[in-house]
């Protein structure tokens, strides 16, 4: 599974609109429920968002969502900091990921 982590930080008055677009995608995905990806997003107190995407061919499963299509559509504006992506490998995992087929509360 290839996994990549995504930052970036959210301009204040932006916050609860991403926050509702990322619960949106997670919607799409309990219909959906795509077998070939997990996908972790964290919400830190300054403001920034942490995604964590792993996927076994291609991202698709989650690029593909209408929802996730709109989340991406004004990302750019929303933003406070640029978007860093950066290719990431599990060096240990303590139950975050054994779970990954149960359902999370947004």
Request: hydrophobic share 45%; aromatic share 8%.
């Amino acid at each position: 599974m290839t996994y990549n982590l995504i930052r970036y930080g959210v301009k204040d008055a932006s916050i609860a609109e991403n926050r509702a677009l990322v619960a949106k995608v997670f919607e799409a995905l309990d219909e959906t429920q795509p077998q070939t990806l997990r996908y972790l997003v964290l919400e830190l107190e300054n403001g920034e968002f942490v995604h964590i995407v792993g996927y076994d061919k291609d991202s698709s499963a989650l690029t593909e969502l209408d929802a996730f299509k709109a989340f991406g559509a004004d990302h750019a504006a929303r933003r406070s900091t640029p978007l860093v992506r950066s290719p990431a490998k599990i060096v240990g995992d303590y139950r975050m990921l054994a779970g990954a087929d149960e359902a999370v509360p947004a």
